[in-house]
């Protein structure tokens, strides 16, 4: 059964509201031209403040999908700072980031955490894009499969099967974001198949040939063909080349 490959750009902390506008019209205006039928999922995660003018300008176009880069998990409440699902939902935000290595090693998020706004996520029928990734020195030690079967296993516990199915994973090492140092095509294939090994195991070959993976670090137009022709691979999170349109449009393109 094929996957439909994603194509999501994380703005991070970039664009403010002139920049956003400028940035969605110039995919909106890009990705006119292009054939829905073999276009992969496209999706954009501006900050939060440049949500609701994502959402007005994307409003006619369906082949563009909003997410957020982060939730809270709690319906609502004393939680200075955070937005909820709910809030969420009123932009029609149809997926959420979670697991990022940079709120991970930055704001102290735990697996547990991650595990909750999981669940929140798809209660609420959103769609998480679970980030994954090891260190450059749990990689050179050898333990990048475990460290990441251990997250997978922590953001995933209690998770029914047919919610993990329809979820997305994103292997993003640590060392390769923001870097311009994009891991091996061939390698990033291989770690990714061995993470749909953990779904499998965790639950069944079924939903491990369901689940959308996908790769991110130093994703680029040139590197995005290569990438996008591995099996395991189903699209990229993309944070720097997303941030202009042409190179986006051309990420897309590579990947049909
Ligand atoms: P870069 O594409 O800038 O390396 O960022 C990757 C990333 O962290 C996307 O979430």
Redesign the pocket.
């Known amino acids: 059964m094929a996957r439909r490959p994603i194509i999501?750009g994380?703005w991070?902390m970039n664009n403010n509201k002139a920049e956003a506008k400028e940035l969605v019209d110039g995919i909106v205006y890009g990705i006119s031209s292009l054939d829905a039928s073999k276009m992969p999922e496209v999706v954009i995660a501006p900050t939060y403040t440049a949500l609701w003018q994502a959402y007005d300008l994307i409003k006619n176009e369906p082949k563009i999908a909003l997410a957020a880069q982060n939730v809270n998990p709690n319906p609502s409440g004393a939680y200075t700072g955070e937005i909820s699902l709910d809030m969420l939902a009123d932009f029609r935000v149809q997926f959420v980031?979670i697991g990022?290595?940079?709120r991970r090693q930055m704001f102290g998020e735990t697996d547990e955490f991650i595990n909750q706004k999981a669940k929140a996520i798809l209660a609420k029928g959103l769609i998480p894009i679970i980030?994954c990734g090891e260190t450059l020195e749990q990689r050179e030690q050898g333990v990048t499969d475990s460290h990441l079967e251990n997250q997978i296993t922590k953001a995933l516990d209690g998770i029914s099967a047919s919610d993990v199915e329809k979820s997305v994973i994103?292997y993003?090492p640590i060392w390769?974001?923001?870097?311009?140092k994009?891991c091996d095509a061939v390698e990033a294939n291989r770690t990714i198949g061995q993470i749909r090994k953990v779904v499998a195991k965790l639950y069944s070959q079924d939903v491990a040939d369901k689940i959308r993976i996908l790769y991110?670090?130093?994703?680029?137009p040139s590197t995005i063909v290569e990438q996008m022709a591995q099996p395991e691979i189903d699209g990229?999170?993309?944070?720097?080349?997303?941030l202009k349109a042409d190179s986006f449009i051309d990420l897309i393109k590579g990947a049909m």
């Open positions: 999501a994380n991070k980031i990022h290595s940079e980030c994103a993003e390769a974001i923001g870097t311009g994009s991110g670090g130093s994703v680029k990229g999170l993309i944070g720097g080349a997303a």
